[in-house]
């Protein structure tokens, strides 16, 4: 739990006007943190403090490499039941639930220096009691000391999560929207432009011109068989005269199945135009109802018995007849000839004989509702046919009213749509399964019509090389996407069009849409014509990219590998020839087993960080841990290093207490060693920084100069200052030794993949 005093002990001007939180910074107990009492705070410290508090933003300033959370009133309102708790701790103590997340901001931004965003990030965080998860945005940047280098880390944090929710939920309600367009009775599409381009149907619709596949095509491509009966005339003109249009019992003469015979459809019709904000008419509405089956009912109304018998006896329908009551009393010879059936046999209720008993239960449900309220009639069910099979068929029925409004007869009809169905099935069957394995595999198929370069795409083909969604682009604009270097591993107009083009390739491209580089796979086949000419190009594609990274990764770890194999055994050997060399064994035995404790504790130190660095402090303090902790004193800024650097400072540092416990300062109880470094800026134009690194020892015994130069000594003066590209020099002062490195402020290399 944080301390607060009871009143502050001085006035810090920095913190007024700071609400809140500025009254309980002063008030903190913040000598028991690693950032110490306020009054010695660095004036960086003070300014961010200053500039966090008077904000009305929620910023949170994570100092040192703690990460100790000081922040401002509107983060102590995000924050919740974290409050005050959050005051005073370390970032990874006080959000433990996201402490990885936090690491690497830390990471990035104290110890690298860059700056990272967030939008919408996604965490679930405990501020009530219990895990939520919450939207943020989130801006971190580095806070430099007086020096210029980080210090802390500023943290703008937005929460987004009602905005996000919101969104959501107006998604939701468009899918909504969208499932009353397809449930709708009547049928509606919506045409685009001049050309009438289906952009959108619904179910009805789709039942209306048989389940063809006419999205994305103008209306005269998708229905040619209506041409010139006034149809795509009436549009023309409602898209150029902005008018409504309304048409009520309009035939039209429909393919109800691709390449089947022209059926006459009567139809009620309303073309509405749709308008830009500024008024321009770029589309059309259409909305309707199919009306054959109100229209055969009605001419029967106004015909006689006998003239409404002869029609619906040829029609290829069933057609049947009912009393006001439900009752079935009349089929045409369609029925009979389908169910074997004779007549009489299915009159009342015995009709649902023939309904599938899966079925029956629906379609009486519906047929009490239609009689009940005197509505329309339309439900699905199976009949079973005179051979035992059931095919699927829709029922439609309407009622006959009198010039008083009372029912007087029932005239239905049954169109068999099982082949509609099974196709439908098969068609969506088919295309799930092709999308879910094209999807599981991440393959885009493509399709090139050779003649024009016209390249037709599957729905993640476009996303595959960084374009926005198309019905179709020219070949140039995915050949100017492949790098120049893989200009000639591709296909081009010469291979493509004598079908030599290699069927099984990769090559890289760059996305215009984030520029980054990707591999990827292509493999094609082609279609000829009758003379064996290659008109089409099918084919597949595939990002790879991470499979081509991982196979360079894997290279590279290879010989990186042997390399340090190598070195490590020159570094052990070198180790044991300079140890073994005029000595006893015993002694020998001890020295070497001390040199490779301290190498291996290096080793360990750059295992952490995949041998990419090591932090100078950490490797002194695992080196020094054998020693008397109590009399060593180790004080310097953060400072990577990297593993050559990092080895040869352990076997340093050991050589040097090695040295102190058996003859200097560590050998007596009152001896003390002080371990510092620091960063000295260039003393001209052009310069470099330099590293001074220092060894000291005090109140050990009287220090006389070695007479002779061992191994520890040529360790100290020529490996250790070579490996870090300067000098060293060790001074033998009568009251203690000391050692200084005098050296370039390291640099890591960049990293190679």
Not at 77 to 86: I, S
Not at 208 to 225: M, N, Q, T, W
Not at 307 to 321: D, G, K, L, S, Y
Not at 382 to 394: P, S
Request: net charge negative; glycine share 8%.
């Amino acid at each position: 739990m944080p301390v607060f005093n009871a009143s502050p002990a001085t006035d810090h001007a920095f913190l007024s006007g700071g609400g809140e939180l500025g009254c309980l910074i002063a008030r903190f107990d913040w000598a028991a943190t690693s950032i110490g009492p306020i009054e010695v705070w660095p004036q960086s410290l003070k300014t961010a403090v200053s500039l966090i508090l008077r904000s009305k933003v929620p910023i949170v300033m994570l100092w040192g490499d703690d990460g100790v959370m000081i922040y401002n009133d509107g983060y102590s309102h995000f924050a919740g039941g974290r409050h005050p708790r959050l005051l005073g701790s370390k970032v990874r103590e006080g959000w433990p639930e996201v402490a990885d997340f936090n690491d690497n901001i830390m990471k990035v931004c104290l110890h690298g220096g860059g700056t990272l965003a967030y939008r919408e990030q996604v965490l679930t965080l405990n501020r009530t009691g219990r895990p939520e998860q919450v939207w943020l945005d989130l801006d971190y940047s580095p806070v430099l000391d007086e020096s210029g280098k980080p210090a802390g880390v500023i943290a703008i944090v937005i929460e987004t999560t009602e905005k996000v929710t919101a969104e959501r939920w107006r998604v939701g309600e468009r899918d909504r929207q969208r499932q009353m367009f397809d449930q709708a009775p009547g049928f509606m599409a919506m045409l685009s432009g001049p050309r009438h381009v289906v952009e959108m149907t619904n179910a009805a619709y789709m039942q209306l011109v048989g389940h063809r596949d006419i999205i994305g095509k103008p209306i005269r491509e998708a229905l040619p068989e209506i041409e010139g009966q006034g149809f795509f005339e009436l549009l023309d003109q409602v898209f150029g005269s902005g008018e409504v249009f309304i048409g009520y019992a309009l035939k039209a003469e429909l393919e109800r199945t691709p390449g089947a015979a022209k059926e006459d459809r009567f139809i009620d019709l309303v073309y509405q135009p749709v308008r830009n904000p500024g008024g321009e008419v770029i589309g059309i509405f259409v909305q309707g109802v199919d009306v054959t089956d109100r229209l055969v009912a009605e001419t029967a109304l106004r015909q006689s018995e006998a003239q409404f018998r002869t029609f619906a006896e040829a029609m290829p329908n069933h057609v049947w007849t009912a009393s006001p009551k439900g009752l079935l009393d009349w089929f045409n010879p369609r029925v009979y000839d389908y169910s074997g059936k004779i007549s009489g046999e299915l009159d009342g209720q015995a009709w649902a004989a023939i309904v599938h008993p899966d079925d029956i239960g629906s379609a009486a449900e519906k047929w009490q509702g239609a009689l009940a309220a005197g509505v329309f009639y339309e439900t699905e069910f199976r009949l079973r046919r005179h051979d035992g099979v059931y095919r699927w068929f829709i029922a439609r029925a309407v009622p006959i009213r009198d010039a008083e409004g009372e029912i007087v007869r029932w005239i239905g009809t049954n169109t068999d749509i099982d082949d509609q169905k099974q196709a439908t099935q098969a068609l969506l069957e088919s295309e799930r399964r092709l999308q879910l394995s094209q999807s599981a595999a991440g393959i885009a198929a493509l399709e090139l019509d050779i003649a024009s370069g016209t390249v037709v795409g599957s729905e993640n083909f476009w996303n595959l090389w960084g374009l926005s969604p198309r019905e179709s682009s020219h070949i140039s604009l995915l050949e100017n996407i492949v790098i120049p270097e893989d200009k000639d591993i591709r296909s081009n107009p010469e291979t493509r069009e004598r079908g030599t083009a290699v069927p099984s390739v990769e090559y890289r491209i760059r996305r215009p849409d984030t520029g980054e580089m990707r591999w990827l796979s292509r493999h094609i086949d082609f279609v000829h014509d009758e003379t064996g000419k290659p008109v089409k190009m099918f084919g597949v594609m595939q990002d790879v990219t991470d499979r081509r990274e991982a196979q360079t990764r894997q290279e590279l770890l290879t010989h990186e590998l042997e390399h340090r194999i190598k070195n490590i055994l020159a570094m052990v050997a070198a180790i044991a020839s300079q140890t073994l060399r005029n000595t006893d064994i015993a002694t020998a035995s001890a020295t070497f087993n001390e040199r490779l404790r301290a190498l291996a504790n290096a080793h360990d130190i750059l295992n952490k960080t995949r041998w990419t660095s090591a932090s100078m402090r950490q490797v002194i303090d695992n080196t020094i841990a054998a020693f008397p902790a109590e009399q060593i004193s180790v004080s310097g800024p953060a400072l990577p290093i990297n593993p050559k650097m990092a080895l040869t400072l352990a076997l340093a540092v050991n050589e040097l207490a090695t040295n102190a416990l058996k003859y200097g300062a560590l050998s007596v109880p009152d001896g003390k060693v002080s371990i510092e470094w620091s960063m000295h800026p260039p003393s001209e134009a052009g310069g470099q920084t330099r590293l001074i690194w220092r060894w000291r020892e005090q109140g050990g015994p009287a220090v006389t100069p070695p007479t002779r130069r061992g191994f520890g000594r040529f360790l100290i003066e020529r490996v250790f200052g070579t490996d870090f590209g300067g000098s060293v020099q060790i001074h033998y002062h009568p009251d203690g030794v000391e050692c200084v490195l005098n050296a370039p402020a390291p640099q890591l290399p960049t990293a190679r993949y």
